[in-house]
């Protein structure tokens, strides 16, 4: 999976400057018409794939605050809110014009890896079990989420090393996501209450429906959809060029 990102800045950075949350005038000919606070939220929904109520609390605080017009700025770049309060969570999509006309995008169409799909799909089947099951925080060994990516592994495979590397990388580059959390232990992860709202729900369904099939009988080549290079893909709308 590409990383792409419009603005760098180093992790852990703070832009808590020295400046009055209540100016639009930040320097000399400034034009802008949002406050500090606001900018930094509108940066912080462009950079990120989502926030959220716990891991950018400041700008969660922003966006309830001044969702109209953080929802239009973001409009102005042809890109739409989403937020799914129930799990305090928001990220941005590419907006689709009522014509099917394609509207330019800052945005980059990256779809998962399928060792990442399915890394995904298990850490969205053991959180639901998990907040079903009143769990208020929902954890995962990293070992766990490497043997589920194993069990799929089609019986033609032979490269059980290879495999196992591209599986401990789906678990990084999910991690560098933001949707799996570091906790004391590094064998361990927090999983991120937005992988449920973030993945797309019927590209979702037709991954579990083969993945159902894998489940149920040895996969055969011409059966086995998840490994070919035309399978159903999970893609990632949400981060800048």
């Known amino acids: 999976m590409s990383e792409h990102s419009d603005i760098e ?3 852990g950075e703070d832009f808590d400057l020295d400046l009055d949350d ?8 400034d034009e802008g018409g949002l406050e500090h606070a606001q900018r930094l939220a509108l940066v912080t929904l462009l950079k990120q794939r989502f926030i959220s109520a716990r891991t950018h609390p400041r700008d969660w605080r922003v966006l309830v605050e001044h969702e109209r017009v953080l929802r239009s ?3 102005d770049l042809f890109l739409d809110l989403q937020i799914d309060r129930g799990r305090e969570v928001a990220w941005k999509r590419q907006a689709v014009s009522e014509t099917g006309s ?3 995008t800052l945005l ?4 998962w890896s399928r060792e990442e799909t399915l890394v995904l799909v298990h850490l969205r089947d053991r959180l639901r079990a998990g907040q079903a099951g009143g769990d208020a925080r929902v954890f995962i060994d990293r070992e766990d989420i490497v043997e589920y990516v194993a069990s799929f592994r089609p019986p033609h495979a032979t490269d059980e090393a290879g495999d196992e590397k591209r599986a401990r990388n789906a678990v990084l580059s999910v991690a ?3 949707l799996l959390i570091a906790t004391a232990s590094e064998e361990r992860f927090e999983i991120c209450e937005a992988v449920e709202p973030l993945l797309p729900l019927e590209l979702l369904q037709e991954l579990l429906e083969a993945l159902q099939r894998a489940n149920g009988v040895p996969l055969e080549p011409e059966d086995d959809s998840l490994f070919d290079d035309d399978e159903p893909e999970l893609h990632d709308h949400t981060e800048g060029e």
Do not use: I
Request: charged share 25%; aromatic share 12%; glycine share 8%.
């Open 102 to 104: 394609r509207f330019p």
């Open 9 to 11: 800045a180093p992790d």
């Open 176 to 178: 560098k996501a933001g």
């Open 108 to 111: 980059y169409d990256a779809a």
């Open 22 to 29: 209540a100016s639009v005038s930040l320097w000399e000919g």
């Open 73 to 75: 700025r973001l409009n």
